[in-house]
């Protein structure tokens, strides 16, 4: 018990040597370590501006460079917790102390949402809590929220080559705010989305303790599974359903420019990608390029998986999709975490550990909206947002199939509502690397033109929006308050239907409005 005072009277004073000139910080940090941490003491996960580790650890996570500029609102603290009860302490003393908390799995929140706050905040960092347990005989597994997408694939991989995940293409997002967004990737067609696999999950209340789905009750683990889990609490992890794929799947990426019939092939794609067989999944990317001749196009590339071999998949296209023209050369099978590099944007043959690496920093700037597509859109509709991208420099498009497994699950089964009657979902994307104030508008401006041009064929009242892709465009509560109005303007976006129910499961379980941000759940 000696013991034990002196290594708080310690850590005590370290921290009160570190930031004596704000009270507040002052008292949150004198908190923490007041609170149990068993084997794992908190001191070590905390960094303060005086820490010279503190700005390698704040960009660590950035995803996008529009917030780490200078302007860019900086955290009083980060805690990088080590252990769940680093997580506990921190929502503790936060609330205690008047601070707000953002918490970032693996900071790709589009908006920024995870790392930055107008009002004074507290980072509660989760990558180091990334452990991943593999259970092949019970065909689940329970991750983390600081594990990314490439590891939870890795580690799947590796206890197993006939099972799989539903989850994104890129392998660095972390599994926190993914999953609890409603990731989906190229297996959605089959089976659905994360949310739709989840089992239990594991989560910090506004009171520090943590409850699992037995405690949380039905109403909060529904809530979390597509709702966002930043309105709610701290996901500490989750436990997913392991899902069977083929030991051998097939992908392709096939490439046409305007010039070589893209607008034919994109314009078939609406009315056949969907309605494929619910083991396709081909994406249409839309991009500038310059052409031969040295001027600027559009190309689309049409980006597959089919959870089979090439010879059944090829004949099949060519009878359902001849536009494509498909060949066997444009095929290559491969094992599905192989096909989880394919997706990453990789060569064939990258080695499959590239799965676990954590790239550091912001690799450019971004700014992405997004719609929900219910109709397909005429050639001369796709032809005048071409003509608009023709004018523009560095955006693209992503339309991704809906249909399959999407069609079946109920609108209202999770909070995530876009089901059936969507065709497909568009991401836009205008993406630079220059800094500088005119730059940032021209870009910003260029997807805003593009979002604006498309408003004629995507969904209406609401115009839906897919929360992962954080726009603040669409409505933000600002400052730190609380409008309920804004948040049905956001939400019903987001929600649709599903967000009054995710407002009373908000006034259950945090009625003071702890947990926010500027799209967070409202209390009413």
Known sequence: MKVRVLFVLSVLSLLVSWTTSDPVLTGFLQCLPKQPQPAYPIFEAIYTHENTS????????????????????????????????????????????????????????????????????????????????????????WVQAGATIGELYYEIANKSKVHGFPAGACPTVGIGGHFSGGGYGPMMRKYGLTVDNIEDAKLVNVNGTILDRNSMGEDLFWAIRGGGGASFGVILSWKIRLLPVPANVTVFNVKRTWEKG???????????????????????????????????????????????????????????FPELGLQLKDCFEMSWVESTLFWADQPIGTPVN?????????????????????????????????????KMDKVLMQWNPYGGRMSVIPEWETPFPHRDGNLFLIQYVTYWVEEGAETLKQHLGFVRKLYEGTTLYVSKSPREAFQNYRDLDIGANRQNHTEFETAKVYGSKYFKGNLDRLVRVKVMVDPYNFFKNEQSIPPR
């Open 354 to 390: 590239f799965l676990l690496n954590r790239p550091q920093g912001p690799p450019n700037f971004f700014k992405s909206k997004s719609d929900y597509v219910k109709e397909p859109i005429p050639k001369q509709g796709i032809e005048s947002i071409w003509q608009m991208m023709l």
């Open 54 to 141: 503190f700005q390698s650890v704040l960009l660590g996570y950035i995803r996008n460079s529009r917030y780490s500029t200078l302007a860019t609102p900086k955290p009083l603290a980060i805690v990088t917790a080590l252990h769940e009860s680093h997580v506990q302490a921190t929502v503790i003393c936060a609330k205690q102390h008047g601070l707000q908390i953002r918490t970032r799995s693996g900071g790709h929140d589009y908006e920024g949402l995870s790392y930055v706050s107008d009002v004074p905040f507290i980072i509660l960092d989760m990558f180091n809590l990334r452990s991943i347990d593999i259970d092949v005989a019970d065909e689940s597994a």
């Open 262 to 320: 893209a607008l034919n092939v994109i314009y078939k794609w609406q009315y056949v990608a969907p309605k494929l067989l619910d083991e396709i999944f081909i994406r249409a990317i839309t991009r500038l390029k310059n052409s031969t001749e040295g001027k600027k196009t559009v190309e689309v590339s049409f980006v597959g998986l089919f959870l089979g071999q090439r010879d059944k998949l090829v004949p099949l296209m060519n009878e359902s």
